[in-house]
């Protein structure tokens, strides 16, 4: 399992879906007062699969944001300086 831990997130969510899915096929084959134990532990693979998701769209939000490069501010205020002000042309000066 120490393995796992050098993966990239998304690959370690994988893992940690496949160890639940494999702890619940188990589970089927004891009795049910046991199963509830197995179904349990389960759930903790499960929750540590959706950290390693939380975790690879977080490192994917910063990769997006490092390879965009920033906008100048001569680009900023073209955008700004273009948009409508909300005024009709059409309206004579008061």
Excluded: C
């Excluded at 998304?10 to 046991?34: D, F, G, H, L, N």
């Excluded at 532990?41 to 998701?53: F, G, M, S, V």
């Amino acid at each position: 399992m120490s393995e796992t831990f050098s993966l990239p997130p998304r690959e370690r969510a994988k893992r940690y879906r496949v160890q639940a899915s494999e702890i619940r096929a188990t589970a089927e084959r004891y009795p049910r007062e046991i199963r509830a134990s197995f179904f349990q532990i389960a759930e903790y693979w499960d929750q540590l699969a959706a950290e390693a998701e939380a975790k690879d769209q977080k490192h994917a939000a910063a990769a997006v944001q490092k390879i965009r490069p920033p906008e100048s501010p001569a680009i900023a205020a073209k955008v700004v300086a273009s948009e409508p002000t909300g005024q009709s042309g059409n309206s004579a000066p008061a």
